[in-house]
């Protein structure tokens, strides 16, 4: 079964990307955070994650946010100039601004909408596409007015979060739910959603023979070794786990230092990544990392955690 890095806003970026598939791997592909087309133009950042030459991740996947062609084409305009022949569509992201423009989950309740980005997607020869969805946006039932449309779409296959929109993660994946997509899917199907555990991983396989793969967002970014735990079939020590977010830590401040001037701008980009990491971790180590105040102060702190004598 295939191990898939989900693509998640402020934390799964080109540089968290490139660094841990050096220092972890076993990750069969790497999803980018969505690229989004507004007022006029694609942000420079999302131009600067998606270019290839500030990627060396192997097997990584564009996702794109969209309502409708018009909003896609100049999208998959810069992703042909890449060179990309995967791309991923969003029809998943619960946050409400974007639901509100009809993107992510907000497409959802409307077939006729996603409809016509399919038959959009299918007119790019040469590319290969995927989506990433929910349940629905409001009802657990949606799903099923949108098969019909996603099973004749000429898809590589559906990754499927089983909540809905308006729960965002506030609610257990629903796998009863999931169980009844993947019996009406005609594509292959990952799963996604509550995995941060290797049993979590053979859980979801021993359930669903014949899954394609399951996705992993925040349970990677709590343990950036469940590949590798994966691959070999048991989890990794305390100890061994500290010194490969030590390695895969070092090399994310090396990369980042020079873009992030000062305290403010460094503190910020790298605190939240400790929201998810380790969870395992005493409190009091992660509450002196959070607590910091200087660079220096947060390097002792996150030093002092990832000695892994807890």
Not at 68 to 80: A, F, V, Y
Not at 175 to 191: L, Q
Not at 282 to 295: E, F, G, M, N, S
Request: charged fraction near 25%; hydrophobic fraction near 40%.
């Amino acid at each position: 079964m295939k191990i898939y890095s989900a693509p998640l806003q402020g934390f799964t970026e080109a540089v968290w990307r490139n660094v841990h598939s050096a220092v972890f791997g076993c990750i069969d592909g790497y999803y980018t955070p969505f690229v989004r087309y507004e007022h006029g133009e694609i942000r420079s950042k999302d131009i600067r994650d998606v270019e290839r030459k500030n990627n060396t991740a192997p097997s990584l996947v564009p996702q794109i946010i969209a309502a409708t062609p018009d909003e896609m084409h100049p999208i998959m305009e810069l992703l042909l100039k890449e060179g990309y022949e995967r791309v991923d569509i969003n029809l998943g992201c619960s946050f409400p601004l974007q639901v509100r423009k009809k993107h992510g989950a907000g497409l959802l309740p409307h077939p006729d909408m996603v409809a016509s980005l399919m038959r959009a997607a299918a007119a790019y020869r040469g590319v290969e596409f995927s989506v990433k969805m929910r349940l629905g946006l409001d009802c657990k039932d949606e799903w099923r007015a949108l098969i019909p449309v996603l099973n004749e779409a000429p898809l590589r296959h559906i990754t499927m979060h089983p909540r809905l929109g308006v729960e965002q993660y506030k609610k257990p994946a629903d796998i009863e739910a999931f169980a009844e997509f993947f019996a009406e899917c005609k594509h292959p199907v990952i799963y996604n959603g509550d995995i941060v555990s290797l049993q979590d991983i053979q859980r979801i396989e021993s359930s669903f023979p014949g899954l394609k793969g399951v996705m992993l967002g925040r349970g990677l970014l709590s343990n950036p070794a469940l590949g590798v735990e994966y691959e070999r079939g048991s989890e990794l020590s305390v100890g061994e786990l500290c010194a490969l977010v030590q390695q895969m830590h070092e090399a994310m401040v090396r990369e980042l230092s020079p873009r992030l001037q000062g305290n403010t701008q460094f503190l910020t980009k790298m605190k939240p990544y400790w929201e998810y990491l380790l969870p395992d971790m005493p409190k009091r180590l992660r509450k002196a990392i959070v607590k910091a105040t200087t660079i220096e102060k947060y390097q002792m702190a996150v030093a002092a955690a990832l000695k892994g004598d807890w």
